[in-house]
């Protein structure tokens, strides 16, 4: 009788898993949008207060992103997307019960932004690297879409929930959806196989014994005393700066002072995120197939052709033109995320999900900086126009980069990653192992 042997589990299977955890993840990133207002009007805060807790959601979310790659190394991508997922939920939980802005900062700016950090992008980047080889840029895709479905796909909902019943309501849903979603992310998201006959992807490093807080330094320490490093940062920086921080931030105020309704204005952002589906997607798979550096000049390029052309685009009705705008820029919006991914996996090898965590850090303090900005430039020149015109050349600098990036090379990927132990050989005994996951 032969022994009985537990099926491996399917790459595709894993990736369904982690889109889950994502999709649910970015929800939460949709909400806190939506609470200003409510916040005001309900418990009498401060805009400004209310705003503080936000500003510390996105630090500690980007600052989290890079030690939850590490610490997947040391406890694996299950039990960190799971403890995840359980601080998204206790933070939501717990937001239902405040009556002081200090508790918005520690619930909403501390416990969920860690959680969120933490099933962000380098998330994505660390499923693919150990479970994927040949379709890694259409999956890195389609896990950075997920994060983009949660954000904006959940917000008609979640805006109905608010105006229907309460911000409460929402944020206890939310609570309600991470607690669903727990169960089926544990029993997706698994390690390769050791042997990593069928996926070929790359194992979880072995013999990892320093915490993971000290390997995401050292990590950063190594990989700063390289060029690429700098101008991934630095592209990445760009990225945040013309997206979050003046798009997501500026854009709707912006229309309104153009006379368009801010319930308007909200629409064609949500339409730039249906568009950022599409167009993550078709990055992943030009990615498997195109030079990155390549496709992030180009991706730069026209983000910052669309910025300059949007002062001239902007009335107080939506027409064909701001109607192409919403299009092409949300296809450009999130497309440069599998390319830097893969530039980070090409230079750093096994170490690129931590690396992207600290470029996505990058991406998080250019978000912030233009986000602050913007604000300022509007109290000076009395328009946004001086910030659309920043953020275009911005990206145009960020086009140039990209371009000077060398070729990766096996002894820079050496000078930043240290060595693995070698795998023991397997035994001739053993049966053969299925083909990898093409």
Request: proline residues 6%; positive net charge; hydrophobic residues 50%.
């Amino acid at each position: 009788m032969r022994p009985y042997r537990k099926v491996p589990r399917s790459p595709w299977t894993v990736a369904a898993g982690a889109a889950l955890a994502i999709v649910t993840a970015g929800a939460f990133s949709t909400l806190a949008g939506l609470l200003v207002g409510p916040l005001h009007e309900d418990l009498g805060w401060s805009r400004a207060s209310v705003g503080l807790g936000s500003l510390v959601n996105m630090v500690v979310y980007g600052a989290s992103a890079p030690f939850a790659a590490a610490l997947m190394d040391r406890l694996g991508m299950r039990r960190v997307a799971v403890g995840a997922l359980c601080l998204v939920g206790a933070g939501a939980g717990l937001a239902t019960t405040m009556t002081a802005p200090w508790q918005f900062v520690l619930y909403w700016g501390v416990l969920v932004g860690l959680g969120t950090g933490a099933t962000a992008t380098t998330f994505a980047a660390t499923v693919t690297e150990r479970w994927f080889v040949a379709r890694r840029g259409l999956v890195t895709g389609l896990l950075t879409a997920a994060s983009v479905v949660g954000q904006f796909v959940f917000l008609p909902a979640l805006s109905w929930v608010i105006d229907t019943y309460s911000w409460r309501a929402a944020a206890a849903a939310l609570a309600l959806a991470a607690a669903g979603a727990l169960p089926v992310v544990w029993a997706a998201v698994r390690e390769p196989r050791k042997d990593l006959g069928r996926t070929g992807g790359t194992a979880r490093p072995a013999g990892r014994t320093e915490g993971a807080a000290r390997h995401a330094l050292r990590t950063l320490a190594r990989a700063a005393r390289t060029g690429p490093f700098w101008l991934l940062a630095g592209t990445f920086a760009v990225c945040g700066a013309s997206t979050n921080g003046v798009m997501w931030t500026h854009f709707a105020p912006a229309a309104h002072d153009h006379g368009m309704p801010v319930t308007v204005a909200a629409s064609l952002l949500s339409l730039i995120g249906i568009f950022n589906v599409a167009g993550t997607v078709a990055s992943g798979w030009l990615t498997d197939r195109a030079d990155p550096r390549r496709l992030l000049a180009v991706y730069y390029a026209l983000r910052g052709l669309t910025l300059l052309a949007l002062p001239l685009l902007l009335t107080s009705a939506v027409d064909a033109p701001l109607v192409a705008f919403t299009v092409v820029f949300g296809l450009l919006d999130v497309a440069t995320v599998p390319p830097t991914i893969a530039l980070c996996r090409a230079h750093y090898g096994a170490n690129a999900p931590i690396v992207f965590g600290w470029v996505s850090a990058a991406h998080q303090v250019g978000a912030g900086a233009v986000a602050f900005a913007g604000g300022m430039a509007r109290d000076t020149f009395g328009s946004y126009d001086p910030v659309w015109v920043g953020a275009g050349a911005l990206c145009a600098g960020a086009a140039l980069l990209a371009l000077t990036m060398r070729r990766s090379t096996q002894a820079g990927r050496e000078a930043v990653t240290p060595p693995v132990p070698a795998t023991p050989r397997r035994s001739r005994a053993l049966p053969a192992s299925p083909p990898p996951c093409r």
